[in-house]
């Protein structure tokens, strides 16, 4: 237990600055909305949807949080199954830090300007702790999400990466190929119903926050499985 | 005090077996010496030991425990791996403050006090660092950890002939005053020679020689002297290398020396004298 908290701990150590530049740039950006606001009035317009960022930070910060990690606890003769554990509890708590952040930043620009986070832009409410569970699933499955794919990479060969590389653009090009043909609709209607009701969009009148979050969390879920199988026999690479 | 027993390792890449069935028992508190050839595994045992990477087969114990992903096994265990696994862009004193968050017994106070004797700078960070001084500060954490068990992978690798010599001084120091088990793996043999209790010697993943290095070298002896009345001395022995130059022979013989040997070398007018254990070394894996 103690080096899995120490994991934790190094690695809530090692987000500091980049938390830091982000919520600089996140600052630097609000400032300049709230002052172009001030100047010239906010018109009809709306600002909104800065957490956004947060997601795609969270994304960009699971992606680097496997490789140094990994050989940070190797040159401590840390076992594999306490980083995965440390770096569960370190990439949770800093999604749910940024979600709080994210929460409160909604307030604050809320009371100085006409403001609208994500859920309020597609679930209609601006209810606080829908705001920050929500969030807090969307981030955490963000961070996971991106910690997979630089697993992935790390596990891969040469061929392997090239391949997960273009997965993407392989993928995108089988669906528009899929959809050109007679049993597109036969695939696409149930897959975009599923997405639909996964994200609470089950009723397009009354959309639901709280499934999609769960949705998040059981995504997320599985991907920290996924990363588990990846780790687990992972060795070292000088 | 912690006993490592290897048994029946096997590591197989791809189609390649890399070691195999290596059975090896290392007792506590004393110093080790693995020397190999190039491309011997050396390294590969020694990750093995440390569950850096996973054996195709076997298993490998400390203190009854398997090392397997086994944390309370791992932290009995310091590797100073030749690679830098420390992130670049960390700073001398931060990595000293990590290692003693791992390992609670760190001495900082040692570790300051090595790093002045060494001049090592502690604000600089990894990426800044020679390969000398690379080296030098992984030492310095590997003996200021004061971990049970002390695996060294090539620790003097750019290090100049002071620091080498100081690092030697220091390892011993370090280990009469609080023993441990030491593995040194090192192609400096001549070098390490004096510190080192006991050698394994791998060659092609198999362990050929694990003795203490006194009885090793008890068992071996020179002699030199004009190349044919050498020739009649060896008749019938257990030579492993020789080296001609011109009329001049010498010749390490693999056995113990006995009065009669010593009377015949006297009456052939030849040399008699005591092997490196480098050269002895060379000796057993060149066969």
């Known amino acids: 237990m103690n080096r899995i908290l120490k994991v934790a701990k190094w690695q809530l150590r090692d987000s500091r600055k980049a938390i830091l530049i982000f919520y600089g740039i996140v600052l630097s950006v609000v400032g300049l909305i709230a002052l172009t606001n001030w100047l010239y009035g906010s018109g009809q317009g709306k600002a909104g949807g800065l957490d956004a960022n947060e997601v795609v930070f969270c994304f960009v910060f699971g992606l680097n949080s496997f490789t140094t990690a990994f050989k940070f606890t190797q040159a401590n003769n840390v076992s594999r199954r306490s980083l995965f554990i440390g770096s569960l509890l370190s990439l949770t708590s800093i999604a749910f830090l940024l979600a709080v952040i994210s929460v409160i930043f909604s307030l604050v620009l809320r009371s100085v300007m006409p403001y609208e986070n994500m859920v309020t832009q597609l679930y209609r409410t601006d209810a606080i702790l829908t705001s920050l569970v929500w969030s807090f699933a969307l981030n955490t499955f963000a961070m996971f999400l991106g910690w997979l794919i630089t697993m992935i990479y790390y596990r891969s060969n040469k061929l392997q990466k090239l391949l997960v590389s273009l997965s993407p653009a392989i993928l995108v090009f089988s669906l528009v190929l899929l959809a050109r043909t007679s049993i597109g609709g036969m695939v696409f209607n149930p897959l975009i119903r599923a997405i639909r009701n996964a994200l609470g969009f089950a009723d397009l009148l009354n959309p639901n926050p709280h499934v999609a979050a769960f949705s998040f969390f059981v995504g997320a879920a599985c991907l920290a499985a996924l990363n588990f199988s990846l780790i687990r026999r992972a060795p070292i690479r000088e | ?287």
């Open chain 2, 1 to 287: 005090m912690s006993t490592i027993e290897i048994k029946g390792i096997c590591k197989r890449y791809g189609s390649t077996l890399a070691l195999d069935n290596v059975d090896l028992t290392l007792e506590p508190n004393r110093i080790y010496g693995l020397l190999g050839r190039n491309g011997a595994d050396k390294t590969t045992l020694l990750n093995l030991i440390t569950n850096k990477i996973f054996p195709t087969q076997g298993e490998i114990v400390i203190d009854g425990a398997n090392v397997l992903e086994n944390d309370q096994a791992l932290s009995k265990i310091f590797y100073m791996m030749e690679a830098s696994l420390y992130p670049s862009s960390l700073r001398v004193k931060e990595a000293f403050r990590w290692s003693k968050e791992f390992y609670p017994d760190f001495d900082m106070n040692y570790a300051l006090n090595l790093s002045e004797k060494f001049g090592l700078n502690m604000n600089k960070r990894v990426k800044e660092l020679s390969t000398g001084y690379g080296s030098i500060m992984k030492a310095i954490i590997a003996l200021a950890s004061n971990a049970s068990i002390v695996i060294f992978d090539e620790p003097v690798l750019g290090l100049d002939a002071n620091h080498r010599e100081m690092f030697y001084r220091e390892l011993v120091a370090s280990y009469s005053l609080r023993p441990k088990t030491i593995i040194i793996s090192t192609h400096l043999i001549e070098e390490i020679s004096e510190v080192l209790e006991e050698v394994i010697i791998i060659k092609d993943g198999r362990i050929i020689l694990k003795q203490p290095v006194e009885d090793l070298l008890s068992q071996a002896y020179t002699v030199s002297g004009e190349a044919a009345q050498v020739e009649r001395f060896i008749e019938g022995k257990r030579c492993v290398s020789g080296e001609t130059l011109g009329k001049f022979r010498a010749v390490t013989v693999m056995e113990c020396l006995q009065n009669t040997d010593r009377a015949l070398a006297r009456e052939l007018e030849l040399d008699l004298s005591g092997v490196e254990l480098q050269k002895l070394f060379i000796s057993l894996t060149n066969s």
